[in-house]
């Protein structure tokens, strides 16, 4: 195994990782400069859009020329050409102290995100479900920080964590309809030193990965729920995980440079980086792009 600094770009939040299999790139974003990032698989031709809210997540579309952005205040179609933003659905309206965060497709093509209190203490967030048509549909409520979406390798089981309950969830997922039900403890997350689940990917294998951010932790977990192994990273604060590279054998994790909030810890000359992490032994699942 061997860790690389594929960038550091300093990412006041460094999120949601996506690679791309179409276009052979890496998606992220800097969740509170409001800004999405692409590059090639070794680091180089960025580019970056700015989309002038904080962003908490995103999926590209079918087209090739647009994505689906979770924004602060609600769901966009973000213009890759034109660099514009274009509301769908701002649910959430009444709720001046939610954000959305984290979210990613489904094997149908359908986006699931959800939302946030941005002090992270009041569980007045929900998760939603994108359909193709553009519709949007409430499926779990009373969350505190909404993170880790993502599926196993059929796409019939769902996993998600609310950061702060030390636990990640799974649930029967309808693959038909893409309705949640049977919500059972996926694991128990390791907080005795600070840190707490945040975003999350699922290999081939059907094990799953997740940032434990705040503890400089990468945990991937058998399907059982139960951890295979612990990979020690050279900054704290990690975000995300997504596999990538031509052969999806490359583990992208990005990170933050700066804390959200005051009562979270600081981190070394390497914060805000984008990594890369070679010679696994493992391959990932490429991302479904949005369908609508």
């Known amino acids: 195994m061997k860790i690389n600094i594929l960038l550091d770009l300093k990412n006041n939040l460094g999120e949601g990782p996506i690679w791309d299999v179409e276009q052979q790139r890496l998606y992220w974003i800097d969740s509170l400069d409001g800004r999405v990032f692409s590059c090639t698989e070794k680091g180089t031709e960025i580019k970056c859009w700015d989309v002038r809210q904080k962003i908490g997540s995103m999926a590209l579309c079918k087209d090739g020329h647009s994505a689906i ?11 890759f050409i034109t660099g514009e933003t274009h509301l769908l659905h701002a649910p959430e309206s009444d709720k001046p102290n939610n954000r959305f965060n984290d979210g990613k497709v489904d094997r149908q093509g359908r986006f699931v995100v959800g939302s946030m209190d941005m002090q992270e203490d009041n569980p007045s967030g929900a998760l939603y479900r994108l359909n193709t048509d553009h519709s949007l549909h409430k499926i779990e409520q009373n969350i505190i920080v909404s993170n880790a979406p993502c599926w196993s390798p059929n796409g019939d089981i769902f996993y998600f964590a609310d950061t702060w309950t030390g636990e990640i969830w799974k649930y029967d997922y309808d693959v ?5 039900n049977n919500r059972q403890t996926f694991c128990k997350v390791d907080t005795s030193t600070g840190g707490a689940a945040d975003g999350a990917t699922v290999d081939s294998e059907g094990y799953l990965w997740n940032a434990l951010v ?14 295979d192994r612990i990979i020690e990273m050279p900054v704290k604060k990690v975000t995300s995980v997504a596999f990538g590279g031509e052969n999806l054998d490359i583990l992208y994790v990005t990170s933050m440079a700066r804390p959200p909030l005051p009562r979270f810890p600081e981190d070394g000359q390497l914060r805000g980086s984008v990594f890369s992490i070679h010679n696994l032994g493992v391959k990932g699942i490429a991302e479904k792009r949005f369908g609508g």
């Not at 952005?69 to 213009?79: N, R, T």
């Not at 038909?176 to 949640?180: A, D, E, H, M, V």
């Not at 705040?214 to 951890?227: F, H, L, M, S």
């Open 69 to 79: 952005v979770a924004l602060e205040k609600g769901i966009y179609i973000l213009d």
């Open 214 to 227: 705040y503890a400089g932790k990468i945990v991937r977990y058998n399907p059982d729920g139960d951890i």
């Open 176 to 180: 038909s309809t893409g309705n949640i």
